[in-house]
């Protein structure tokens, strides 16, 4: 049985992950369109998925595995957010250009809320195993 530290470790890495999850698929209709074959819309939509799925996953199960899983999901949210946002990376392959520099209400939320899934679900990765 976890202990309450734990407990509340994976609520709130799920939760950050299910704030993520909703703000990207609210989101993504915003960015549909556009000639890449991989578009923005569709990419916000795959975040949506993968941070739900990650979401319950850490809620629900204690796999280290499952718990590296979501950590790479909220991380790797919130590095692609950052670097859109400083980095002009242009289009490359199916990928559209992303580049966005400016911040607003929903982007500040989701990445406050990657952020805190991202320390909440390494904090769990370094818990002691439990038997």
Not at 87 to 115: I, R
Request: proline share 5%.
């Amino acid at each position: 049985m976890p202990g309450p530290f734990e407990l509340l470790t994976r609520v709130v890495a799920a939760a950050g992950l299910a704030v993520d999850a909703y703000l990207h698929i609210d989101l993504a209709s915003t960015y549909d369109g556009g000639s890449a074959t991989v578009g923005q819309g569709t990419l916000f939509r795959i975040e949506a998925v993968l941070a739900a799925l990650a979401a319950l996953l850490v809620l629900f199960f204690r796999s280290r595995l499952l718990r590296a899983y979501a950590f790479l999901v909220a991380a790797g949210g919130l590095a692609a957010v950052l670097v859109y946002r400083y980095v002009d990376v242009g289009a490359f392959g199916p990928f559209p250009n992303m580049y966005e520099p400016l911040w607003y209400t929903k982007k500040v939320v989701s990445a406050t809320a990657q952020a805190v899934a991202t320390v909440a679900t390494a904090v769990l990765l370094a818990l002691p195993r439990r038997r």
